[in-house]
Structures are given as structure tokens and as C-alpha cells.
């Protein structure tokens, strides 16, 4: 009977004392319909969400650069964008949301791949103050995963993550044996 997340409790319970199964809830004390009741609206405010953000996540021409105006404009026609909310400004905040998130994964992907490719050791930033030349190869190595790839809207901000990682890497220095870290492997009886 309630689908409508916007709906208030003081007007649900009327719509719903006209209801004859009303009488059947005589049980329950008015604190525990209440509750219910905000259980079942962020339940549906849930499912509503995800439903706006697959359907964000399946248009084609949202990235990580796209504007709202932009993506209202693709996505307008949608039945799922009516459905989530009759307010611009909340679609508005969760495509914001949705863009940020988007952009904090794609950061943490990239830093992955960075950490699996065997190109980018200790000795890296040493090899770049030689020779900037060595950022074209480790880029070369790189474009060929799609991790990198998403990030290409954002060329700064991900050429910004690398360089970082290799200053870092680069402080920490050459990593510990392998026996170092893990005591068990070292035979000692």
C-alpha cells in the first residue's frame, strides 16, 4: 500500500486506518507500526537508489568528467528517472554521489595495477631523474589495462596518482626479503 518514499507516517496512518486490515495491527503498539512503517520508506528509498544508480551505470556517455546537465540530458527519457524522486536537486545529489564514488574506485583500481606492474620498482624515480624518457615506457606498459584507461578523462588526476606512487615507492626503498616478513619460512629448528 505504501510505495511512495516521500509519503509521511501522519498520512499513511490515515490512508491506512481506512483500511480493514488496520484492525488486524490492534496488536502492536504505535511505536512499533511507526517503526515498521520508516523501515519499510528507507527500504524503499534503498531500492530506489539503486535503481537510479544502475541506471547511471548503464548509460552510455556518463564518465567520470560528465556534468549533471549533461547526463539529465541522456537520461531524462528513462522511466527510472522519474520513478527515483520528484526532486532534481536529490537526482542532481545522487549523481554527484555517484560520480565521486565512480572516480574513488577508479583511483584505487589504478593504485592496484600500479602495485602489479613489475615495471614500477624502488629504483623508478631514480631512473626518471635520469631520463624522463622511462615515464613513456612505464605509460606504454600501462595503457594496455583497462584501470588505467578509465581514469583517461581525468589525464592530471591520474598522471598525479603515479607519480605519487612512484615518490613513495621510492622513500620506502627496496622491499624486505621475502623471509624477512614471514619468519615460518626460515628453517629455523
Request: with cysteine; glycine share 4%; proline share 4%.
Amino acid at each position: 500500500m505504501v510505495r511512495n518514499p516521500d509519503q509521511s507516517w501522519s498520512d499513511t496512518r490515515k490512508q491506512l486506518k481506512k483500511d480493514n486490515r488496520w484492525d488486524l495491527a490492534k496488536l502492536l503498539l504505535r511505536e512499533e507500526k511507526e517503526r515498521h512503517f520508516y523501515t519499510h520508506i528507507d527500504s524503499l528509498k534503498k531500492k530506489r537508489k539503486e535503481v537510479f544508480k544502475q541506471l547511471l551505470e548503464e548509460t552510455e556517455g556518463i564518465n567520470l568528467t560528465t556534468k549533471w546537465k549533461e547526463a539529465r540530458k541522456l537520461i531524462k527519457g528513462d522511466p527510472r528517472y522519474t520513478k527515483f524522486s520528484s526532486s532534481d536537486r536529490k537526482r542532481e545529489y545522487e549523481f554527484d554521489d555517484f560520480v565521486r564514488n565512480k572516480f574513488i574506485i577508479a583511483k584505487g583500481d589504478l593504485r592496484e595495477l600500479l602495485k602489479e606492474c613489475k615495471v614500477i620498482t624502488h629504483k623508478t624515480q631514480a631512473a626518471l631523474d635520469a631520463n624522463q624518457s622511462h615515464m613513456k615506457e612505464i605509460k606504454s606498459v600501462l595503457q594496455k589495462d583497462k584501470r588505467y584507461l578509465v581514469l583517461s578523462c581525468v589525464k592530471s588526476q591520474r598522471d598525479e596518482v603515479i607519480k605519487n606512487y612512484i615518490i613513495d615507492l621510492g622513500r620506502r626503498g627496496p622491499p624486505p626479503p621475502p623471509t624477512a616478513s614471514e619468519p615460518s619460512r626460515r628453517g629455523i629448528k
